[in-house]
């Protein structure tokens, strides 16, 4: 059916819109963690970044732990600025 354009009586919900800057520092923290991870294989258990010969074994465990270590790093840096 054709919109008429006459009001319904049910207005559209409008969403607010972003805060300045479009994103929160949590979304850029989480960006820049994401790169970090990405371009280092950060937190990977198949090797590490680098020039060391022996690659390190981590559980599934130490790996969550250490990306969750780099986010509160990546938060705290947003934070400061």
Do not use: H, W
């Not at 520092?25 to 198949?46: Q, R």
């Not at 690659?55 to 947003?78: G, H, I, S, Y």
Request: charged share 25%.
């Amino acid at each position: 059916m054709a919109e008429t354009g006459t009001p319904t009586g049910k207005e559209p919900e409008i969403s607010t819109p972003p805060a300045p800057g479009g994103r929160s520092k949590d979304e850029v923290a989480l960006e820049m963690m994401k790169f970090i991870t990405v371009t280092t294989g950060y937190g990977k258990s198949t090797g590490s970044a680098g020039f060391s010969g022996k690659p390190q074994a981590r559980t599934p465990e130490e790996q969550a732990d250490a990306l969750l270590e780099l986010f509160e790093r990546c938060r705290k840096v947003m934070n400061a600025g």
